[in-house]
């Protein structure tokens, strides 16, 4: 059973930092891709960041210069350090992976992420 263990989460003033952690396990293939989404009320699900097994790395416009993913391959885990929070980064954060062909994620549960004055 795939399963993955998300912290990091909470409220932050603007201008502040976050750093999201996420482990998956239960998975038998090994990882190609792993990265986070985000889902804002009235929002669909977009893709904040991705990083690949050979450490490349895809960011969503909005978060350039501002957000960093980094990847533990032997431990599965994958980070993201946001600096610079806006407003506008509220969100629920769900991690996710792709491996086998196959997309797993968080789907269910995911972490709050509220920047607010």
């Known amino acids: 059973q795939v399963q993955f263990v998300e912290t990091g989460g909470g409220s932050v003033q603007p201008g502040g930092s976050l750093r999201l952690s996420c482990v998956a396990s239960?998975?038998?293939?090994?990882?190609?891709?792993m990265g986070w989404y985000r889902q804002a009320p009235g929002n669909e699900r977009e893709l904040v960041a991705r990083i690949f097994s050979d450490g490349s790395i895809n960011y969503v416009d909005s978060v350039k210069g501002r957000f960093t993913i980094s990847r533990d391959n032997a431990k599965n885990k994958v980070y993201l350090q946001m600096n610079d929070l806006k407003p506008e980064d509220t969100a629920v954060y769900y991690c996710?992976?792709?491996?086998?062909?196959?997309?797993?994620?968080?789907w269910g549960q995911g972490t709050q992420v509220t920047v607010s004055s």
């Open positions: 239960g998975i038998s293939f090994s990882i190609s891709v």
């Open positions: 996710y992976c792709t491996a086998g062909g196959w997309v797993y994620g968080n």
